[in-house]
Nanobody, 126 residues
Framework: QVQLVESGGGLVQAGGSLRLSCAAS????????MAWFRQAPGKEREFVAV????????YYADSVKGRFTISRDNAKNTVYLQMNSLKPEDTAVYYC???????????????????WGQGTHVTVSS
């Protein structure tokens, strides 16, 4: 079983930056693709970014492309989300998600992931 623990959320003014971290307990973390999703109040959970396990390819939601960067440090079993130029509409609970190397399904939907963190709150004030 893999446990994911997010940190780094908080309150920031529009235009500011935050870096989220997600620490994983998996012994073979390097074989997991890792993603970030977010859920705003009253809305469904939506894809933000993913980094693949095999070649490190990254994919982003259009709404965050050019502002957010996902990265990973396999030696530390950690995935990061650097968020720059934050906007009030980025306010949400951000969730870290993981899937093993043999997982199927789309990267872009919650159903494609087996493991989830508890979430960290990000609030962007205008």
């Amino acid at each position: 079983q893999v446990q994911l623990v997010e940190s780094g959320g908080g309150l920031v003014q529009a235009g500011g930056s935050l870096r989220l971290s997600c620490a994983a307990s998996a012994r073979t973390f390097s074989r997991y693709s890792m993603a970030w999703f977010r859920q705003a109040p009253g809305k469904e959970r939506e894809f933000v970014a993913v980094i693949s396990w095999n070649n490190g390819n990254t994919y982003y939601a259009d709404s965050v492309k050019g502002r957010f960067t996902i990265s990973r440090d396999n030696a530390k079993n950690t995935v990061y989300l650097q968020m720059n130029s934050l906007k009030p509409e980025d306010t949400a609970v951000y969730y870290c998600a993981g899937r093993g190397q043999y997982a199927t399904g789309s990267y872009y939907y919650t159903s494609g992931y087996n493991y989830w963190g508890q979430g960290t709150h990000v609030t962007v004030s205008s």
